[in-house]
């Protein structure tokens, strides 16, 4: 099994755990040992699956404001720790790959494996829950219908960026890309680069 078929089982099995619950509360034990990759993948996108969720429930149109606010700094949070744990999967990457000379001429590419497959993860869970619209039994024929061309798309989609996934792993480990681990260094998140934060002292 390829790296890029590990993600995908990972990240529909995961998907697909989340859901025996649908609980953004939801504790869960990571089948994967801890400092693998499989580890941080399936970490990855139960992330990603609980903010789904969360990002479903803050647009309700009741929801008190008082939560409301507290669900965005949950999100927010979220987001910080998405990043964080794409970069560790950078590192990983980089650190896989630490014994390839770049061949003269080789290129970096737009974005690193980690990102492209932080993609990949999110797909799995518009794949999922299109497919749960094509599935309903409540809906109309022309809303299951465009879901169905919408669903067709996004394994498509996936497909695709599966391939270029690997394609672009095995130009790595061939030296005829390089890689380089760009931290995010989000501002609003750092007392000392936020404003609003560092000019409440």
């Known amino acids: 099994m390829t790296l890029v078929d590990t993600c995908n089982k990972i990240f529909n099995d995961t998907v697909a755990l989340y859901h025996v619950t649908d609980d953004v509360d939801a504790q869960v034990e990571n089948p994967y040992k801890e400092g693998t ?46 990043t964080d744990l794409v970069e560790k999967i950078d590192t990983y990457f980089r650190n896989l790959y630490s014994h390839v000379k770049p061949l003269p001429g080789a290129t970096i590419n737009t974005e690193s494996p980690a990102w492209a497959i932080d993609r990949l993860s999110i797909l799995a869970l518009k794949i999922y829950h299109m497919r749960e619209q ?16 919408k669903l067709d798309v996004l394994l498509e989609q996936r497909d695709d960026l599966s391939t270029a996934i690997a394609q672009l792993l ?28 560092y000019g409440k002292k």
């Open 37 to 82: 990759i499989e580890h941080d993948l399936m970490a990855k996108n139960w992330i990603d699956a609980v903010q789904w969720h969360l990002e479903d429930i803050i647009r309700d149109p009741a929801i008190d404001p008082v939560a409301a606010l507290a669900l965005k700094r949950r999100i927010d949070k979220s987001n910080q720790d998405r």
């Open 134 to 149: 094509v599935e309903r039994t409540d809906a109309s024929p022309e809303h299951i219908a465009r879901c169905q061309a």
């Open 170 to 197: 095995d130009d790595i480990a061939a030296g005829r890309k390089y890689m380089k681990v760009y931290r995010q260094m989000k501002m609003y998140n750092d007392p000392a680069t936020n404003p609003v934060l």
